[in-house]
């Protein structure tokens, strides 16, 4: 039982120590900023961004999706 628990701590440490924040300067911060516009979005521009272009479905065409409706 007891290797199991070290496991599960050796598990999440490595976890956490991948999904540390890296630090970078200002200078590389506004470079990139430059390039990609999404770094200094709000949540909300972000959310938007991951969700992308709805795309419109015709019910009425498909027996499945029709039933929705």
Not at 20 to 27: C, K, V
Not at 46 to 54: D, K, L, S, T
């Amino acid at each position: 039982m007891r290797e199991n628990q070290s496991d599960v701590f050796d598990l999440f440490s490595e976890i956490y120590s991948n999904a540390a924040q890296e630090e970078i300067s200002l200078q590389q911060y506004l470079l990139a900023c430059r390039e990609d516009k999404s770094m200094y979005a709000s949540a909300p521009e972000r959310m938007v961004e991951a969700i992308g272009e709805p795309n419109l479905v015709d019910t009425s065409k498909d027996e499945r999706l029709g039933r929705i409706f």
